[in-house]
Structures are given as C-alpha cells and as structure tokens.
T-cell receptor, first 114, second 117 residues
Framework: EAQVTQNPRYLITVTGKKLTVTCSQNMNHEYMSWYRQDPGLGLRQIYYSMNVEVTDKGDVPEGYKVSRKEKRNFPLILESPSPNQTSLYFC?????????????FGPGTRLLVL | AQKVTQAQTEISVVEKEDVTLDCVYETRDTTYYLFWYKQPPSGELVFLIRRNSFDEQNEISGRYSWNFQKSTSSFNFTITASQVVDSAVYFCALNRYSGAGSYQLTFGKGTKLSVIP
C-alpha cells in the first residue's frame, strides 16, 4: 500500500530539547516536503526536497532543519524547540497516482513544546 | 507572490443541501496547478482533485464537482446532496511549477464545513 508514515504521531517536549520527526515514503517519490498547520493559518510549507541531497526552504523554515540522505526518508529536525513551534506537522511526498500527479500526506504529528 | 483565499471560514448546511466552497487564487505564473484537499476530524489530509492551468473543463466525481474559471482566478468546489460524512475542513491549494522540477505549494486557510443531520 502506498503511504507516507510519520513518527511519532504525538510528542510533548520542553523548550530547547532537540527532537526529530521522521518521515518515510514507500513510493520512490523524488519530491518530499514538510508543512505545519496552525489554527487560522492553514498549512504552510517549512522545507522541501526535490531529490536526495537537494533541499530548499519553504515559507517558514526558521527553527527547523531537514536532511535527505536517502530517497525514502526526509526527517524534520528541531535543534532547540520553542513554544511557538507547537503545531500539527505533515510530511508529504509527490508522485503519480495513475496518470495524475498527486501529493500524498502523512497522518500528521502533533507537537507540544512546553 | 502567490496567494490562495478561501473567504468562507465556516459553513453550516442541513443534510441533503448543496454547498459551494469558494477558492480564489493569485499567481503571476501561466503554468500552475490547483488542488482541493479534505481534512476530516481525524486529521489526515485527503487528496480530492488536481487541475492544471491549461484545463478549464469542469469536473464531476459523484457528488463532487469543481468549477475552474481562469478569467476570475477561481476554483470552486460544490458538494451536491451533502451528507454528514462531508463534515470536514476543506483546503484549496496552488502549486506553482517552475519548469526546473521545483515548486511551492501554497494553501488557503481552509473552510470548515458542518453538515447537520
């Protein structure tokens, strides 16, 4: 089954404690991205990657890092989390579903930074 | 810069009524893609439709239909005979294609639809 997986699904942490949210896709897609969703703001793109070792900033990259060492994985790293990074995070990968290019989203990670 | 506006923050309808969700976009690009996603209360994002800027044909999929009007930069979504299971937040999104394989997906802020039994 084609899917994007994220772990953990829920995380409570404290300010300054480094954390990583993993993202993996099994569809051999080249393009992957991270979004955060906040009430009243919709989804905003944090970072994206067009292929292995190729990443670029989205709309709200401050406070985040990413890496793309393998095609299937695209982890999101918060080196020193702050309360304003409390949010719902989605990983996504893009590829063909039949003849239509589609963006597949992971199930989301709810992060609370105290 | 590109922008997607979903002016309706929340809509409530009674079951079996038709409802239209509005989406207006801004872009300077001549080639772009538009999407609709559904986010039910469980939180996942479900892809509904993708439309490219060259294709202005309206599309119907069961109770769902989409009206793409390039002249007014709108990509509206209509649910016919709404059902309680349609209750969700719906997002319109714009994907700008750069031709070099890179793009940025910009979402509207979403419209929360509540279908009352």
């Amino acid at each position: 089954e084609a899917q994007v997986t994220q772990n953990p699904r829920y995380l409570i942490t404290v300010t300054g404690k480094k954390l990583t949210v993993t993202c993996s896709q099994n569809m051999n897609h080249e393009y992957m991205s991270w979004y955060r969703q906040d009430p009243g703001l919709g989804l905003r793109q944090i970072y994206y990657s067009m292929n292995v070792e190729v990443t670029d900033k989205g709309d709200v990259p401050e406070g985040y890092k990413v890496s793309r060492k393998e095609k299937r994985n695209f982890p999101l790293i918060l080196e020193s989390p702050s309360p304003n990074q409390t949010s719902l995070y989605f990983c996504a990968s893009r590829g063909l579903a039949g003849a239509v290019e589609t963006q597949y989203f992971g199930p989301g990670t709810r992060l609370l930074v105290l | 810069a590109q922008k997607v506006t979903q002016a309706q923050t929340e809509i409530s309808v009674v079951e079996k009524e038709d409802v239209t969700l509005d989406c207006v976009y801004e872009t300077r690009d001549t080639t772009y893609y538009l999407f609709w996603y559904k986010q039910p209360p469980s939180g996942e994002l479900v892809f509904l439709i993708r439309r490219n800027s060259f294709d202005e044909q309206n599309e119907i999929s069961g109770r769902y239909s989409w009206n793409f009007q390039k002249s007014t930069s709108s990509f509206n979504f209509t649910i016919t005979a709404s059902q309680v299971v349609d209750s969700a937040v719906y997002f319109c999104a714009l994907n700008r294609y750069s031709g070099a394989g890179s793009y940025q997906l910009t979402f509207g802020k979403g419209t929360k639809l509540s279908v009352i039994p």
